[in-house]
């Protein structure tokens, strides 16, 4: 059994950490570089970093940061925000990314998620989504952060997005986000058992107790978390202790 991963997520604006609920009312949670190199030697399994304004205002993700933060550790880094061509892609993978995140223009342009793969390989391409249940009970997939809503059901869009070439998802429920009340356990559950590739669950980690239930339940292979790691809610190494003790085979 492949070990599950622990992945602390940095969304980065104006060169700053910060955190806030269902992607708005954003507050100040640190320095990047410092965070990251702080979760790496506690022991991190992976981190990634979202500039999570680049889309909505037309620009790269910041090169130097990502370069920076990459200095800094020694696990795998993914990097998203403002990705728009395989150009983009391959200039994070020189800052020092392992693998990049591409959410909206994937969506709008799927060719680019197998030009990407046939480029660096699938296991560099991640396809981020952001959904949110609708009033049909289906989660729909939005884009620009958030901000537009689509009619795409994220399941769906999730398993030709794999299909094209993407090595992994990753899964956020808008409707989670910064709520701390848990993972949406169904769409993950939905979406990891619709795809032949890694799902890393996002949205929603208050406790050690989520994290057991989004890997047994929602078949998650890896579970992002942002506030309860910036503000010292809970400590990686202590959440890999309790899942080991639940028998859930983890990196320690």
């Given at each position: 059994m492949l070990a599950k991963r622990i992945i602390p997520c940095l969304d980065v604006k104006d060169g700053r950490t910060v955190k806030g609920t269902n992607f708005v009312g954003l507050r100040?949670?640190?320095?990047?570089?410092?965070?990251?190199?702080?979760?790496?030697?506690?022991?991190?399994?992976?981190?990634?970093?979202?500039?999570?304004?680049?889309?909505?205002?037309?620009?790269?993700?910041?090169?130097?940061?990502?370069?920076?933060?990459?200095?800094?550790?020694?696990?795998?880094?993914?990097?998203?925000?403002?990705?728009?061509?395989?150009?983009?892609?391959?200039?994070?993978?020189?800052?020092?990314?392992?693998?990049?995140?591409?959410?909206?223009?994937a969506f709008r342009s799927p060719e680019l998620i197998t030009a990407a793969a046939g480029s660096f390989g699938s296991q560099c391409i991640v396809v981020s989504i952001d959904a949110k249940l609708r009033e049909s009970s289906e989660w729909a997939v939005y884009l620009n952060g958030g901000r537009q809503a689509t009619d795409t059901a994220a399941v769906a869009w999730a398993i030709r997005a794999a299909g094209l070439g993407a090595g992994e998802i990753l899964l956020t429920s808008i409707a989670s986000d910064g709520m701390q009340h848990g993972f949406d356990i169904e769409l993950t559950?939905?979406?990891?058992?619709?795809?032949?590739?890694?799902v890393v669950a996002s949205g929603g980690a208050g406790s050690c107790a989520d994290f057991?239930?989004?890997?047994?339940?929602?078949?998650?292979?890896?579970?992002?978390?942002?506030?309860?790691?910036?503000?010292?809610?809970?400590?990686?190494?202590?959440?890999?202790?309790?899942?080991?003790?639940?028998?859930?085979?983890?990196?320690?």
């Open positions: 100040d949670a640190g320095d990047p570089v410092e965070l990251a190199a702080r979760y790496c030697d506690e022991g991190a399994d992976e981190l990634t970093l979202l500039d999570i304004s680049a889309t909505d205002e037309g620009r790269r993700t910041l090169a130097r940061l990502v370069r920076d933060v990459a200095g800094a550790i020694n696990v795998p880094f993914t990097v998203g925000g403002g990705i728009g061509s395989v150009e983009d892609i391959g200039r994070l993978l020189e800052a020092g990314a392992d693998k990049v995140s591409i959410n909206t223009a559950r939905q979406v990891s058992l619709s795809v032949g590739v890694p057991v239930s989004v890997f047994t339940e929602g078949k998650a292979d890896a579970a992002l978390a942002a506030s309860i790691f910036h503000y010292d809610q809970l400590g990686i190494p202590e959440l890999k202790s309790f899942l080991k003790v639940r028998g859930i085979e983890v990196r320690t």
